[in-house]
Nanobody
């Protein structure tokens, strides 16, 4: 069994900051890529940021310069630092991981349940 647990969401005023965490645990040998996605009401899910096994990062144009993705390999945890938040950043943020199990089976597109981020005054 593998769990991806997101935390750090909440209500924040425009211009504020939040730091999301995604912790992977369970039957994991190594976590490869991790990513953050978001889905706002009535909209399709979109990639926010991703980080590869080589620590290369990729960001949606809408968050470049405001959001930063990072990871702690020892803790199998990815972070999303979100600064200068805007109302349009309001969404459920979900974590996605690509990993190897202890049996060296590769698992792609494994999802957490998500955490709500609301940006409002």
């Amino acid at each position: 069994q593998v769990q991806l647990v997101e935390s750090g969401g909440g209500l924040v005023q425009p211009g504020g900051s939040l730091r999301l965490s995604c912790a992977a645990s369970g039957n994991i040998f190594r976590v490869n890529a991790m990513g953050w996605y978001r889905q706002a009401p009535g909209k399709q899910r979109e990639l926010v940021a991703s980080i590869t096994s080589g620590d290369n990062t990729n960001y949606a144009d809408s968050v470049k310069g405001r959001f930063t993705i990072s990871r702690d390999r020892a803790k199998n945890t990815a972070y999303l630092q979100m600064n200068s938040l805007k109302p349009e950043d309001t969404a459920v943020y979900s974590c996605n991981a690509d990993f190897l199990t202890r049996a060296l089976v590769r698992v792609r597109d494994y999802w957490g349940r998500g955490t709500q981020v609301t940006v409002s005054s």
